[in-house]
């Protein structure tokens, strides 16, 4: 299997030169995933006969000069997407047999693009959590040990990507779902700045398929090279044509540089509410060295660097507030009553959380009002700095953990506990004020499992970070398949 783990931008050169057909790869991506999926357990609704037939539509195409962005590459798609004539399920039972009519718009741009769609990918119940597992469709494992967490809530497309099943994924992110699920299994992904990419079609089975905007949440590629994330950035990012479409046109800036001597880079690895595991640490430490090496300007501290425990209080507040609006857990009444048994004294993010279960509109406000003091600190750090390095989450992939009740799980970071849930702190950094992070693989711990860092960037230069992977990809290496 010759292809599997090439990247999409060799697999267009190939398809371009005829080494190759559209078919062939296809075929062989099918036959990779009905070998090895068994075990990881990533592609969740194959599209098989379908992925065949467009496959041969590719190369027909191409035969007859066609050359679009993605003809005749093979692609995943997150199982959230609605894709017509496959269920839609988010995991949830009640949904199982929920069928979309048309296309998410990602889908739609992906095909229009000439993408040849394999599938759709495992996430968890609800996208609600850093695993993906579900009562549908079982559990997604790690392709470096299959006792650990791919990662959610797009792990099933990070699991894909790392396995060969496709060039490219498509995924969501709103509590580190496209960023951990790569930092877990060793790929790339890109959060982009919030608004970018519509996301029209990318909702809970049965709701109408609207072009609102969501807070926070932002849709977003993962692929096997830096490169190809910015490919496939390209095809999904720009207004929805039925609101800013109308009127808007996408332009983003270039990098703010193309050598990575130039960059200013503020690199970050303690945080004051959570420890830093000693395999991310090194993690951080081996790109920082790979900076320096390159001659990139690097500081480890900064006075513009907003506040860290009033960004992840914050990001905590918008985050559940907005959560537990959709997916209800508890009535109102509990919830209130268990919020009012908090002294005033409590004031971690256990309590931070609960008490953002039944924040007011005034309370979201308030909150909101603050994210804006944020952003602006944010603009005068990026006056000063290009990216910020940080981790992802603190630890690598860690075991299955399939307690129902979240709240009763922990994290283990060297040895100290920690609640669940603490962990999307650094996750959120770059979610609450809706700047793009790029997820990128910085190495392996003594065991074999990969490790990720973050690069955070101003918010609509999406292309700074993206070109700084790129740079960093070559000198540290990237994606290395599993053995």
């Known amino acids: 299997m010759k292809w599997s ?4 931008e060799d697999l267009i050169a190939a398809l371009r030169d005829g080494a190759v057909t559209s078919v062939e790869l296809t075929g062989e991506a099918i036959a990779r995933i009905e070998r090895d999926d068994k075990t990881i357990n990533a592609i969740c609704v194959p599209d098989f006969d379908r992925a065949r037939a467009a496959a041969q539509n590719a190369d027909r195409a191409r035969a007859g000069g066609e050359d679009r962005p993605l003809l005749g590459v093979p692609v995943t798609v997150k199982e959230s997407y609605d894709i017509a004539g496959l269920p839609t399920t988010w995991g949830m039972p009640p949904h199982r047999s929920f069928m979309p009519a048309e296309d998410a718009l990602q889908v739609s741009r992906l095909k229009a693009a000439g993408a040849v769609v394999l599938g759709k990918t495992n996430v968890p119940l609800g996208l609600q959590d850093i ?8 559990t997604t494992t790690n392709p470096w040990d299959h006792g650990r967490t791919a990662g959610g809530s797009s792990g099933g497309s990070a699991a894909a990507l790392a396995s060969g099943f496709g060039a490219l994924s498509i995924g969501s992110d ?14 790339y992904a890109h959060k982009p700045t919030l608004g970018l990419a519509p996301h029209r079609g990318m909702v809970p089975p049965s709701e109408p398929a609207l072009p609102t905007d969501l807070d926070l949440a932002v849709v977003g590629p993962m692929a096997r090279t830096a ?11 720009g207004p929805d044509p039925l609101t800013f479409g109308v009127a808007h046109r996408l332009a983003l800036p270039p990098a703010r540089h193309e050598r990575l001597g130039d960059f200013r880079v503020l690199v970050l690895d303690e945080h004051p509410l959570i420890g830093t595991g000693s395999a991310v640490r090194a993690g951080v430490n081996r790109v920082t060295a790979a900076l320096i090496d390159g001659g990139a300007r690097v500081a480890r501290h900064s006075p513009l660097l907003p506040d860290l425990t009033e960004a992840a209080t914050l990001y905590m507040q918008l985050l559940i507030s907005g959560s537990v609006a959709r997916f209800p857990i508890e009535s109102h009444e509990q919830l209130t009553t268990r919020a009012a048994g908090l002294s005033a004294d409590e004031q971690n993010l256990d309590a931070v959380r609960l008490r953002a279960m ?18 602006h600190g944010w603009r005068q750090l990026f006056a000063e700095f290009d990216a910020v390095v940080c981790p992802i ?20 970071i060297d040895g ?14 770059a979610t609450m004020p809706g700047l793009p992070a790029t997820a990128i693989p910085a190495g392996r711990t003594p065991e074999g499992l990969p490790v990720g860092v973050q690069l955070i960037g101003p918010m609509f230069e999406d292309r700074t970070p993206l070109r700084l992977a790129e740079l960093l990809e070559q000198r540290i290496g990237g994606f290395q398949a599993p053995k």
């Open 131 to 138: 695993q993906s597992f579900n009562e549908i469709y079982g």
């Open 358 to 375: 039944v924040f007011s509109h005034r309370d979201w406000i308030v909150a909101n009002n603050r994210r804006e003091v944020h952003r």
């Open 5 to 8: 783990f090439q990247s999409a």
């Open 416 to 429: 100290v506990e920690y609640p669940y849930f603490d962990q999307l702190v650094w996750a959120g950094l």
């Open 174 to 187: 709103i509590a580190g779902s496209l960023r951990t699920p790569a930092h877990f299994c060793g790929v």
């Open 393 to 412: 989450t603190p630890t690598p992939a860690f075991p299955h953990d399939h307690r129902p009740n979240p709240m009763e799980r922990r994290i283990d």
């Open 227 to 237: 490169r190809d994330l910015a490919l496939l950035l390209d095809v999904m990012a």
